[in-house]
């Protein structure tokens, strides 16, 4: 696993007022990309062809060679009265001087060959964006090029997100990208994106814990999961302990993923306050018990 980011803190919590600048941001960028791609031409000249792309083949000489065909997964074509050929990593101008130079050779000379690549290789952006999706590598494309394609990021983003490349052992990597960085310009992050790689922006869930007993205000506390929240948080939002409260034999029950079984963590709430003990950080479901 390969990780690009500056040192910040391991949790990032991002404010309202921080993700409203996020979104407007994005907003912007998508914008004036779509201005600049409709105001002038964009730089197919080298971009690579690769497996899955849809090439549009024509011959001046030949028009029976005329014909559109799908690159394959091991990167090659099969084109009527020249047979396989190997197509991928060239750019459109290779392929047209490839296929002329074998035309030269079996059947006419100084052949006009043109190359228009109909369908492109795509990357595909899910999670905190408006318009998750696949979308198409027309020409060198950067990771805020495609979040904005995407319609930009959405309120409910996290801290990260993470760009899941396929290397060339055929292993998954991931690439973890620090979003308060890129937005500030890091070009280091902003990184230019591969045919079938995966843009995960994760969706800031909602959590839930309960807190029943002797505390003021019982009931369900929700945060966001980017924000966390300890056992002493929890009771200070639950209005703290009551008069009676036993403070020394504070209960958490919780079920762990997968296990299925409930397990009790009794804690001494008088000790977390002294900073005798570490304050705990509670998970989706806990339910807090003050007898």
């Known amino acids: 696993m390969r990780r690009i980011q500056r040192k910040e803190p391991k949790d990032i919590v991002l404010g309202p007022a ?3 600048i996020l979104v407007l941001f994005f907003r912007f960028f998508a914008l004036t990309t779509l201005v600049a791609q409709e105001g002038q031409a964009l730089p197919f000249n080298d971009y690579k062809i690769g497996t899955r792309d849809l090439l549009e083949i024509r011959v ?7 014909q559109t065909v799908r690159v394959s997964e091991d990167g090659s074509v099969s084109l009527s009265l020249i047979g396989k050929v190997d197509v991928a990593g060239l750019t459109a ?9 074998i035309l030269d050779q079996k059947y006419t000379k100084a052949s006009h060959v043109t190359v228009f690549i109909k369908e492109y290789q795509k990357v595909a952006v899910f999670g905190a964006v408006s318009k ?6 027309v020409g060198p ?10 319609g930009g990021l959405t309120p409910d983003t996290m801290g990260e ?9 055929g292993q998954k990597g991931k690439i973890a990208i620090n979003l308060r960085d890129l937005i500030k310009g890091d070009q280091n992050l902003n990184i230019d994106l591969q045919p079938n790689d995966v843009v995960n922006i994760p969706v800031d869930q909602l959590v839930t814990v309960y807190v029943y007993g002797e505390v003021k205000t019982p009931g369900a506390i929700q945060f966001k999961q980017s924000q966390k929240i300890t056992l002493l948080q929890a009771i200070a939002q639950a209005g703290g302990p009551t008069e009676w409260a036993k403070e020394s034999r504070i209960m958490i029950k919780r079920k762990p993923a997968g ?12 000790d977390v306050i002294a ?16 007898p």
């Open 18 to 20: 921080y993700l409203a």
């Open 60 to 66: 001046f000489e030949l028009p029976e060679l005329n």
């Open 93 to 101: 101008q290779e392929l047209e001087k490839r296929l002329a130079s």
């Open 132 to 137: 998750p999706g696949n979308y198409e590598l």
């Open 141 to 150: 494309t950067t990771l805020l090029q495609v979040i904005s394609q995407a």
């Open 161 to 169: 997100l993470y760009v899941f490349r396929q290397g060339k052992d």
């Open 259 to 270: 296990s299925g079984k409930e397990m009790k963590i009794f804690v001494n709430l008088k």
């Open 275 to 290: 900073g005798k003990r570490a304050d705990i950080m509670l998970e989706e479901g806990d339910v807090i018990i003050v």
